[in-house]
């Protein structure tokens, strides 16, 4: 499955995206699990005391998934990963 990350989190993983062994069944927290295992620098990026940082933003299929099963959500067939850091600009 590949997973979409944007801004400060690119640089960190390579490029704008990164396939992992994830796929229908499994759970966003596999697909993090893995992450940050193939790319630790991300974990001072994502985590906070553990858990995934609030200001992190984790979509799946276009829904946030602090509001759709959280971590432990499902991967369907198809699915759609993206990862927000926090981002600020603008004029």
């Not at 490029?15 to 630790?40: F, H, K, M, N």
């Not at 005391?49 to 979509?59: M, V």
């Not at 276009?62 to 759709?68: A, I, K």
């Amino acid at each position: 499955m590949k997973v979409k990350l944007y801004a400060t989190l690119r640089p960190l993983v390579g490029g704008p995206s990164v396939t992992v062994d994830a796929g229908p069944g499994d759970t966003v927290r596999q697909v993090i699990d893995e992450l940050l295992a193939r790319y630790p620098q991300l974990r001072d990026e994502l985590m906070q005391d553990g858990e995934i940082s609030p200001r992190i933003h984790i979509f799946l299929n276009g829904r946030e998934v602090r509001y759709s099963g959280g971590l432990d959500v499902t991967i369907p067939e198809g699915a759609d990963l993206r990862i927000f850091p926090p981002v600020g600009g603008g004029a």
